[in-house]
Every structure is written in C-alpha cells, then in structure tokens.
C-alpha cells in the first residue's frame, strides 16, 4: 500500500509539473485521456444544459403512449467521431432536425467551460455535420508547428492557429495579402517565416525596403531584385508591370483556343502553360507601404502616383500572370492618399498584428469581417506575434507566428540561394551578396515571438 501511494504521488506531482511547464508534454501524456473521458461522461447533460438538445419525434412520443413506457428525453447532436489531436480533441457531429451550426457557435463559450477546455471553435463540415475542435491548452502562448505540414506549389505554413491547426499562407488561393502591424508587434517575424517558408520554393522573391533594407537585405541571396528607396522602388515595379505584359503575351500565343481543342488544354494563367514554357511565379515583399505613398514635393508626389498605379496595376491583374503581392505597413489609412483603398480591395488576405488606432483595423477588416477590428485592436502588446488574420470570406482566426532569428532566416535563404532565379526584366535590380560564407549556427529559438 505504501508503494501504491508513492507511485501515485510521484504520478501526480509529474501531471503538475508538466502542466505548469510543458503542457504540450501533460496533453499527450494525461490530458487527452481524461479530456475524452470527461467529453463522453458529461455530453448529455453539457449539451441539455446550453440548449443543444432537440424535443424527440412525434412518432417516438405516440409509440411511448401506445406502449405506456416512459417518454423519451430530448436528443443532442449525435457523435459521429471522437478524434484526439496533439492540441486537443475534434468531435465531429451530426445535428438533429431543426438545428443549426450558428447553434453550436454561439454555444462555444459555454462548452468551453463545462467540459473544461481551453478553447472551442466549431466549423460547418457539410450540411448537417458540424466539427468542434476544442484545445487542451494555450497553443500560441508557446508556438510549436507541427514536425509535418501539408505542403505544396506556392502554399506554405507561417503560423499556428487558436485552434491548433495550422495556418497557410495559400498564394494560389489568396494572391495578394496586406499584413498591418505596429512597431514591436512581431509583423517582422511573421515576414520572416514568410521568406523561410518560400525560400525553399520554385518562386522568385522581389523585395522593397525602405528602410535602407535593414529587414530584407540580410536575406539578399534568395530574392531575385531588392529595391531600398522609393526612387528604386518605383523603377522595379515598372520593370514587374513589363514582365507581367510579356507573360500575358505569352500565354495568349499558347492559348490555341479553337473548336478542337479540349478546354483542358486552354491556357489562362501560367499555371496552364506546360512545364518548360511557364514562367518563374514572382512573390513581392513591400516592408512598408506607406513609405511608398507619402510625399513632400511636387516630384515626390509623382513618383507616389507612378509607384501606387503600379502597385494597383500589379493586384488587378498580376495573379494570372504569376504575380503576387505582399503589403505590409504599421498604417495603412484613406490619408496615404488616392488609390489606396483601390489597393486594399484587390488585396484578399488581411493579417493585423497589434495596432496602435483603430482605423488601420477597420481598413484591415471593416470591409470583410467587422466583428474582426474589435478583436484586432485587444491584442496585448505583451503577446508580440499575435495576430488576427482573415480573407474576403468573413471568416478569421487568431494566429501567432513561431519566433524565428534574423539568423536563422539569412541561414536558410543562404541555403536555398541556388533556387534563386535570374530574371532578364529584373536584373539590373539583383543584389550583390559577394561570396558564399559559411553558415553560422542559429541561436537556440525562444517561446516567445518578437
């Protein structure tokens, strides 16, 4: 008996350490366990209590009469699957007739609490099916990706969701983003995982910096063209408008649109065009926007019309051509001038770190998901990374980035800078790196994101 309590305090005094210091470890290790066990036992009750429960069917209630036995009790959703994750659990579940997923949603809170959980978001699967995933714990306090992601051409993972799942950044899907953020609001670090993500990728990246390219030029080997003043700015993006004609022109020549030709074989895009005739897809990383848009001269203001008319230019029709654009600014507002918020509309991807006003928020979400503003402008300026990301959709999620070093971006961009393509239009605009060093060795990563 005296080993028995032992073994069983020792048991429980791991369960609390590992909770207290590695809760990634104590989900894997006991509470998936007893998470599953405490969803099963209270699920009837839970879901009668927050009104998740229909009355049962009329033909059940005259068989219960006719027979005299008891009338039957309300039915919740019926579990369709139990799945444990290593945030947390999924419970996918089919709705009984009458109910209905924004049930579930507004629901959320109140499921949270009662099985004990840390966090729950529900999705609609089909119709009638409904995914509840809940978190075991605080999966973005600290940020670990999972070892294997789903990856593919032009999608790549850059952070973890609220929900443990994790978040893509789909150039396919979405061509062009805006990505606010105030100074120390870690939208640096986000970049950074963005250009790690990519640099291992058939794609060429084409920087803008004007900051003296202090954030983009220590990763000079993997892009194909950096500019670091608007003067500079202004002429790439004139080059990109030219390479963007020359693809269309190529495509039209591909085309070969007549009655024979099956629709699969008609191109519209480079991604219809065979292997060896399509063209390198271009990523454009602007550090930020609104050193681009502000003026002070009547020359300067020229050049801001020439640079926000590329730009614009580039988010209308630069997705067919393999052309995608990556704004990021700390603010991004009506009084950056005319053509912005044309600018904004084309840019379907929206992520804001912590904002220092609300009207970049509403510029950011206003359009899309309003509920969103109000949960971007609560980020606490402690939690550096966090971020609100969304799309044209209406829907979005809290994400954060895990923290990756200038170090550790230079080391792999150095690594991939054999992927580098050279392209013609642009080749006045290629950096000069010098000759390959060797790598230095990245400084262990911290939890937390800067």
């Known amino acids: 008996m005296t080993a028995f309590t032992v073994a069983l305090v020792l048991v429980v005094a791991a369960a609390g350490l590992l909770r207290w210091r590695r809760p990634a470890w104590y989900w894997l290790a006991f509470g998936v366990t007893l998470a599953a066990l405490r969803v099963l036992v209270r699920y009837r009750s839970v879901m009668d209590a927050c009104g998740l429960t229909v009355p049962p069917a009329r033909w059940r209630l005259s068989l219960a009469r006719a027979t005299n036995r008891p009338i039957p009790e309300p039915r919740p959703p019926r579990i369709r699957r ?8 999924v419970l996918r579940l089919k709705l009984r007739p009458g109910q209905d997923v924004f049930d579930i949603a507004a629901a959320s809170d109140r499921l ?22 809940m978190t075991g714990y605080d999966v973005l306090k600290r940020v670990q990706m999972p070892a294997e992601t789903e990856t593919r051409a032009m999608r790549v993972p850059v952070a973890l969701r609220e929900d443990g799942s994790v978040h893509y950044r789909d150039y396919r899907a979405i061509p062009h983003a805006l990505t606010l953020g105030a100074t120390e609001s870690g939208k640096s670090v986000y970049q950074r ?4 993500g990519l640099a291992s990728l058939d794609v060429a990246l084409v920087g803008i910096d004007c900051k003296q390219g202090v954030e983009l030029f220590p990763l000079a080997r993997r892009f194909s063209a950096l500019a670091d003043s608007p003067d500079t700015a202004a002429e790439l993006l004139d080059a990109l408008v030219a390479r963007m004609a020359d693809v269309y022109r190529l495509i039209r020549t591909q085309q070969r649109i007549t009655v024979d030709v099956p629709d699969a074989e008609i191109a519209a895009d480079i991604w219809d065009l065979p292997d060896e005739l399509r063209p390198t897809p271009v990523v454009v990383l602007v ?6 848009a502000l003026y002070a001269s009547k020359e300067e203001e020229r050049r801001r019309d020439r ?29 950056l001038g005319k053509g912005i918020t044309m600018l904004r509309a084309q840019l379907t991807g929206r992520t804001a770190h912590r904002l220092n006003d609300e009207t970049s928020a509403n510029m950011a979400f206003g359009d899309i998901a309003p509920d969103a503003v109000l949960a971007a402008i609560q980020i606490p300026a402690e939690l550096r990374g966090l971020a609100i990301a969304g799309d044209a959709s209406g829907g979005w999620h809290r994400i954060r980035a895990p923290h990756t070093s200038l170090r550790q971006a230079v080391n792999l961009c150095n690594r991939y800078a054999d992927r580098t393509p050279d392209l013609p239009e642009l080749a006045s605009f290629r950096p000069t790196t010098g000759t390959a060093t060797e790598l230095v060795p990245s400084a262990k990563a911290s939890p937390s994101t800067a």
């Open 82 to 89: 139990l799945r444990p994750t290593r945030t947390g659990l």
């Open 307 to 335: 640079i926000i008319t590329a730009l614009v230019r580039l988010a209308q029709l630069g997705r067919a051509a393999g052309i995608y654009l990556e704004i990021c600014g700390q603010r991004f507002g009506s009084e």
């Open 112 to 133: 949270r609490h009662s099985f004990s959980m840390f966090g729950v978001t529900s999705r609609e699967v089909r119709s009638g099916v409904v995914e509840v995933r």
């Open 193 to 196: 995982n963005l250009v790690a």
């Open 287 to 292: 550090d930020e926007v609104a050193e681009l």
